[in-house]
């Protein structure tokens, strides 16, 4: 299991007329936390882009639990639990503070941006996760 932790500070721009994140920007939230748990392990989107690799999303869930509000300091725990094959899953836990707000997870397919297919991980992905799983 890998974790990363990613800061983000909610925008008077991504608030609703009830001042609370406007539900659609956790979405966003959680692609900035997932490429930033990416970089962490030592590869960008923009890498694996130029390698032919793509990473489209085919699932979304999220539970929405108390309501983020402008200004709050969030942390965003992104989690990899099991090691990928075709498709990889992210969960997120959103806290201000100690206070977790919004759970939710993410599902992504690896696919061969020339032949727009799915594939398995490339031996180069495999060498980044499984160092975390193979203990």
Do not use: C, W
Request: glycine letters at 6%; charged letters at 20%.
């Amino acid at each position: 299991m890998i974790t990363h932790k990613t800061e983000v500070r909610v925008r008077y721009g991504e608030v609703d007329q009830m001042q609370f994140l406007y539900h659609a920007h956790y979405v966003d939230y959680f692609d900035v936390a997932r490429t930033e748990f990416i970089r962490a392990l030592g590869i960008t989107n923009k890498e694996m882009e130029a390698r032919g690799l793509m990473l489209p999303v085919i699932n979304v869930n999220i539970n929405y639990g108390i309501p983020a509000n402008y200004d709050d300091l969030l942390t965003i725990h992104t989690t990899l639990k099991e090691m990928p094959g075709v498709k990889i899953t992210f969960h997120y836990e959103v806290f201000r503070g100690e206070q977790k707000l919004t759970t939710g997870s993410v599902t992504l397919a690896f696919m061969d941006s020339a032949t727009k297919r799915a594939i398995r991980p490339p031996q180069y992905m495999i060498d980044l996760f499984s160092p975390h799983f193979n203990k």
